[in-house]
Structures are given as C-alpha cells and as structure tokens.
C-alpha cells in the first residue's frame, strides 16, 4: 500500500468513526427539556394591530428519538396566569372568566398522539389541546435542529379562540379581537435525564 493510500484508507476511517459518532449522538432519545432555553409564545390581532405574548410557567414532558419519532411521548402543561401580553392591564382581563378562566380552569394541556418524519429533522405531530374544558385535535410541523446532546424542536400552528371560548359574551366578537391565535413553541431537549 503506498503512503497516499494508507493516508486515505486513514482518513476515510476516521470520516466514518466521525459521522458513527455524530449520528449517535444525534440519534440518542431527548428525555428532559431545558426550560431556560425553552419558550410558548403567541401573536394575534387587536383591531388590525399585531400583538404579542408569552407564558412564563409551562411543564413539558418529552420522550423523543428522532430515529424512531412514532414512539414519541410529549406533553406539555401551560400555565394560563402566567400570561405576558406586555400589559399589566390586560394580562388581568386575560385571566377572568370572559377569557381564560383561570380560577377553574388553570391550565391549557397539549399532549401528543402521533409524530411522523416527513423530511429529514421535519416531523408532523398530531395531538389534542385542551383549553378551558374544550379538546381540540391540532396537527404541525416540528423541526429538529441537532446541537450535539441537545436538540431545539420548534413549530408553531394557529388556532380559532371561538372552538376554546377564549373570549366570551361582549368578546365573542372578532372585531376589536381576531379569531386567529398564533401558537409558536422553542423547546430545548436534552439526551438523558
């Protein structure tokens, strides 16, 4: 074998040795979330302005191997008074019975029924939210972006307030506040526990 050879036989080797461990690694199941990197947030229209907001206190649960994605366990609990719209004044409204409800019902609950790959890191999840007493099937793309033992997964879907009845009697209206919600989600997993 000549020395260009044995270079090369080397050097593939180690390539391989390489991609084995990236691919392990990425491969490994997330089974914890890294809640200072992980947020819900959301945006809607008030009077044809856009707004936004975000939920300081959720509780995901997560069993996710991108290899094997229809074995998937994750839920998550939001916490409704934990709402930031960026205004103190409406963060109040928000949270009494016309809105959220909060004193009898202080969680929204998504929890997870189906996860499919669709391309490589792209998955579509089917799940149920539930908001409220009202259960809704809702269904997404998830990305997967692979960081070594960490994975961020992100998607985002719109929901209709009125199937929630988030926004009750004089709100029941769209004119002052859309229909449409935009749920977005960054959650930062982690191999192991």
Do not use: C
């Amino acid at each position: 074998m000549t020395p260009i050879s044995k270079f090369l036989s080397r050097s593939t080797l180690a390539l391989t040795a390489t991609l084995a461990l990236a691919a392990a690694v990425q491969a490994a199941p997330y089974q914890a979330v890294q809640l200072d990197k992980s947020k819900v947030s959301f945006s809607y229209k008030q009077m044809g302005v856009g707004m936004d907001g975000h939920f300081a206190k959720f509780s995901p649960q997560l069993s996710f191997d991108p290899a094997k994605p229809e074995q998937t366990k994750a839920s998550i609990e939001i916490d409704l008074a934990s709402i930031d719209t960026g205004s103190g004044e409406a963060d109040q409204e928000v949270v009494g019975k016309s809105w959220f409800n909060t004193s009898a019902f202080p969680k929204a609950v998504f929890v997870a029924k189906q996860v499919k790959q669709t391309a490589p890191n792209v998955y579509d999840v089917l799940g149920t939210l539930t908001i409220k007493g009202h259960a809704r099937d809702v269904k997404f793309a998830m990305k997967h972006a692979p960081q070594g033992k960490l994975g961020v997964l992100t998607g985002s879907f719109t929901l209709q307030r009125a199937d929630y009845a988030i926004g009750e009697g004089m709100w029941s209206k769209f004119d002052v506040v859309a229909n449409d919600i935009l749920v977005s989600f960054q959650i930062t997993a982690l191999t192991g526990k």
